[in-house]
Nanobody
Framework: QLQLVESGGGLVQPGGSLRLSCAASGFTLDAFAITWFRQGPAKEYKGISCISSRDGGTNFADSAKGRFTISRDNAKNTVYLQMNRLKPEDTGVYYC????????????????WGQGTQVTVSS
């Protein structure tokens, strides 16, 4: 089966950190760009960060710049999102999505999606 599985979410206090993992099976991630999306209370999807398949370039939403880091470990077929100095506004369900092309905010273009992992930032 072809699938992505997210892990690493949880409940954390403001200012804390989490590392999310996106592990692929049935295909290799090195040929895909990977985006982390967040689904908030209104159920909208917001692109948080993307890492490209070719040059390893990265993109970040303005709210994530300076706090989050995205990285790829091809040997482990896994992409990570390191989340530091977390804020309540970061709360939501985080999904990783893979596309056989360039990074894009257009949700419908992605080839594979994980099931999501909940991140809650609260005192």
């Amino acid at each position: 089966q072809l699938q992505l599985v997210e892990s690493g979410g949880g409940l954390v206090q403001p200012g804390g950190s989490l590392r999310l993992s996106c592990a692929a099976s049935g295909f290799t991630l090195d040929a895909f760009a990977i985006t982390w999306f967040r689904q908030g209370p209104a159920k909208e999807y917001k692109g948080i960060s993307c890492i490209s398949s070719r040059d390893g370039g990265t993109n970040f939403a303005d709210s994530a710049k300076g706090r989050f880091t995205i990285s790829r470990d091809n040997a482990k077929n896994t992409v990570y999102l390191q989340m530091n100095r977390l804020k309540p506004e970061d709360t939501g369900v985080y999904y990783c999505a893979a596309i056989a092309g360039g990074c894009t905010e257009i949700v419908g273009l992605y080839d594979y999606w994980g099931q999501g992992t909940q991140v809650t930032v609260s005192s």
